[in-house]
């Protein structure tokens, strides 16, 4: 069974930049998409990496500010995350859909995914 590992959270100002990675046990070419989540709030899909790399969705309030790309040999997922702001403070989780595709009209709902990692946290300040 793949397991998944996010790592590169931590604390930075409004206006900086940090990298998540989601780091896999096992090849896969599968769907990898980004959550974060707050108390309280359910998880909220960010950025979302299908086909093989060739298909990319971002949540509107991340768009313009965050990139999702792989390196595949190292079978690790990175989210780029640029001009932070306070409402982007949250536990960052990376998810495997277990399928190819990510399906642009469900990519962001918690529930299709059945693996995940363990979460990293993320805090901007102001």
């Known amino acids: 069974q793949v397991h998944l590992a996010e790592s590169g959270g931590g604390s930075v100002q409004a206006g900086g930049s940090l990298t998540l990675s989601c780091a896999s046990s096992g090849l896969s070419f599968n769907c990898i998409t980004w959550f974060r989540q707050t108390p309280g709030k359910q998880r909220e899909g960010v950025a979302a990496l299908g086909t093989g790399g060739r298909t990319t969705y971002y949540a509107d309030a991340v768009n313009g500010r965050f990139t999702i790309d792989r390196d595949r040999a190292q079978n690790t997922v990175f989210l780029r995350m640029n001009s932070l702001k306070p409402e982007d403070t949250a536990t960052y989780l990376c998810?495997?859909?277990?399928?190819?595709?990510?399906?642009?009209?469900?990519?962001?709902?918690?529930?299709?995914?059945?693996?995940w990692g363990q979460g990293t946290q993320v805090t901007v300040s102001s």
């Open positions: 998810a495997d859909k277990g399928t190819y595709s990510c399906a642009e009209d469900s990519w962001y709902l918690a529930p299709g995914y059945p693996r």
